[in-house]
């Protein structure tokens, strides 16, 4: 579907955003790998699943832009989508989940993906209830799609500023992977100088860039300073990983 969209613009030297189109990709890709399923990202609205995701995403993004929507009367209506939404995925992720346990349940084929292993988690241990297989089915989507997506994002924006390390990585990739219609973990392995990249990427722009721990005992020192117990110390990845102090010429990208 990427490259359908793709295609007929680079043939006409186009310009498009590829933010948007990595989250559908990546949600695509997800919902493929992890629960084979197909999610139609690229269809718009008719595909409910891909709304729904990307509407739970325009929420979260809305309270942390403005905390205020927070407060009852404030954020009365993202409440009530907010649940419709929930509704709706916890609905998909039963499901999905009553059909898998069904066709295991019959001997079918299934794929060794994401939700077979969730099922057999749960046939494993009383503590993972359907409640927390629900949270995790949603989790899992919101907290892997948009990450990847904005780190893919992250590095096509600096393979085009630098054709030299978008050439090496193309390089590699035929030596490595050539015409095979399937690539398996061995060949991923095999692929250094990309995983090289996607480092970098991660360095100059971290997908999470702040960390906070809580100090839970006393005599804690960090660089000679006492850090008082039951503190909260924030460290940030991302001032960290641009620190001159720390790397040379952190604004460049060198993989």
Known sequence: ELI???????EKNGETKLGPLMHKTTLDVIGKVAFGKDLGSFKGESSPFASAIFG???ILNATIQDPTLKFPIRGRHLKKRLGEIMDFLHGTAKEWLKERKEAIARGDYVPDDI???MIKLQDSTDAVTDDIMLDDFVTFFIAGQETTANTTSFMLLETGRHPEIYKRMQEEVDEVVGKKSHISFEDVAKLEYMSLVWK????MYAIVP???RDIDRDNYKIQGYDIPRDSIVMMSSFLASRNPNLIHDPLLFKP
């Open 56 to 58: 739970l995403l325009e």
């Open 115 to 117: 939700l077979t292993h």
């Open 4 to 10: 359908n969209v793709l295609s007929p613009i680079a």
């Open 210 to 212: 702040v960390s906070f």
């Open 200 to 203: 970098e990427t991660l360095r």
